[in-house]
Each structure stands twice: as C-alpha cells, then as structure tokens.
C-alpha cells in the first residue's frame, strides 16, 4: 500500500518527538550523576578531615606523655635542699683542645718485676693474682740450695771471727804484760781484722739477695714485695722449680697509672711537656684531669708517632690498665657563642641532655654538643641563649629521672 505524503510527515514528527524525549532523559542522568559525585567528593573530604584529626590526637597525647615522661618536679625548697644550682646558657670562653686516643698503662716507675735471684724449688705460695700487698710482706716462699751455702758461710765466719777475738783478746793481754812478744800480738789482730771482713762479705752476699743471715732452715728464702701495690702477674706454683733470674710475680702500684697516646709530626709543636689535659673514657662518665710528663724525643720506626704520657693518680683504681681513653690537650681559648657547664650535660639512654628550668621543675632537653674543655660545653642544637639550665648536682635530676622510668613501667 502506497504511503502518502502526510503519513510520511507524521512518521517524521514520531521519531523526532521520540529522540528529543530520549535526549531529555539522558542529560537528566547526567545531571544527576555530576551531583552524586559532588556529594560523594564532600563526604569523602569531611571523612579525610575527620581521619587526620583522629591521628593528630594521637599524636599530639604522645608528643604530651614524652615531655612528662622527660620531667622533674621539684620545689624551689626541694631544689635548694639538693644544692641544684641554675644557669643561663650563653658565651664563654672555651679552651681549645686537640683530642688523641689513648690508653692506661702501668706506672713503670711503680711496677716491679720479682724474680728470686736464687734457684731452687717453691714450698710455699702465699700471694695470689689480683691481691693487695704491702711492702715486705712475703710473697712466696722457695727452698735453695745455694742459699744454704751461702748462709753456712756466713755461720763459719762468724764462728772464726769469735775464735779470732778470742785470741786477740789473750795475746793483747799477754804483750801488755810483757809475757809474749808484740809480733804474736800483731798476728792475733791481723786475724780477728780477716774474720770480720769474711763476716761482712758473707752478710752482704745474702742482703744482694734479700735473705737474711738468721733462719731455723738454711735454705728457706721468703719472697717479700718491694712496695705497697697489686699482684697483676703470677708465674710460680707449689713444687716448682724456679731460676734465678724467672719473673715469677709482677706488683704495681695501681694508685698512680700512666695513661699513653700517640702524637703525628704535625702535633708535636702544639703537645708540650707541663700542658693541661683532661682523660675520659666511653666505658665511664668520670673525667679526670691532669698535666703531660712526657713527651718521646723519638718516632717510632713503625707507626711514625712520638709517644706521649699523662701521669693520672688513681686513688679509686677507676683507671685500670688496659682502658682505652681519649686524652684532650688543652690548646688557646676561643670565644664560643653558646655554651652551658660541664656539670649540666648527662648522658640519659645513650643521648645527650641537659635539664632545662621549667615552670614546677626541670626537663631534660636532647642536645647536641661540640667541643669542651672540661669546665664548659659548646651547644651546637637543643638550648638558645638564656635559657635555664641545672648547672650543679644534675646527676641528683638523672636519678630522679630514673625513678620516675621505671615507676612508668612497673
């Protein structure tokens, strides 16, 4: 059947009527799409806020419990009491110092190698590794043969000096009376001379020695210390036999030490017998201070270094022989901006701190330091100017801070 004109404009107005309506619907979607996905977008933001508010307290409480955590209440009474003193940080005068790596040795002035200066064989061991004796106190106590000799030789010159002044005695008398002639007078007192020189010469043999001349057993030699010290080295036992010349004990005096470093050619001009150092050691907070005795006129062959040496007392026996330490040479002073005492930096679980004055107490500050003198520390980090700082007894804060840990963690 034949479309006429007019249905075919009707069919037209259909469709077009039909794609508009579609066109409508699409572009309400998207409308509607666009605004759910503001939405979505704001709730996402308010939610993201609200996460970074949820970590900041967190951490903001933490960053809180830290600073409590690092804190001292004290009264002023309180900080009075415990003689705390305070001071601001600020510039000072700092002397120079040049840092060796050192070590403690003995005192070879005050250490003593004992050997018996006889043979013969241990019967007795009295002083043990590591025991303090006193001078002339017997160490051990060895059986001789020679020494047996010797003592016998002293016994048979007395014996003869006796029998000589005997004889003296009487032939002085007789010549005085005119019974014998003054020849056999001279003779006796040639005689009785010789006895008292073999008398002197057999006690001489045995002090060269260290023995005496009166023992019950003729061969019994006691080993005595030389001086007052330590027994650091022990080579003898029970029953054996030692020569005369085996080190068998070694004593020192470990009150006075010698702590030893090594200087390059080009710190030899700046190192001078008589300069001020100060000693300290990673394995203890002590400090001690004291003054160069020696310096090596020589370079040793092998490290090409002159030795140096501080002669430390040692009262405590804190410095043992052994103990690597760094010795700071005291060099020129230098204006140094921003410094704090030595007394007011603690070393508080591996880090550096001093305790800063707060409102009801102290805090203890993490700090970087620089060079010291021992009196005062350069601060590179952690205080300004002016700020407060416990500057005397701090180690009484230390405690106190270390109460206070562990009560945190019990």
Known sequence: MAITKKQRVAMAIIVLTGLLAGGGLLLTERHKTGEEAEQGEEAGHAHKEGDDDKKSAPAAKEAHEEREERSVKLTEDQVKKAGIAVQAAGPAKLQAAAEFTGEIRFNEDRTAHVVPRLAGVAEQVVANLGQSVRKGEVLAVIASNSLSEQRSELLTAKERRDAARVTYEREKKLWQEKISAEQDYLQAQSALREADIAVRNATQKLAAVGATGSSANLNRFELRAPFDGTVVEKHLALGEAVKEDASIFTVSDLRSVWAEFNVAPKDLATVRVGQRVSVSSTAFESKVEGTISYVGALLGEQTRTARARVTLTNPDGAWRPGLFVTVSVFGENQD???????????????????????????????????????????????????????SKNTFILKSELGKASAGHEH
């Open 336 to 390: 140094v901006p921003l410094t704090v005492p030595a007394d007011a930096v603690q070393t508080i679980e591996n880090q550096t701190m001093a305790f800063k004055a707060v409102s009801g107490g102290f805090e203890a500050t993490p700090i970087k330091v620089g060079r010291s003198d021992g009196h005062v520390v350069e601060i590179l980090s952690g205080l300004k100017s002016g700020d407060q700082v416990a």
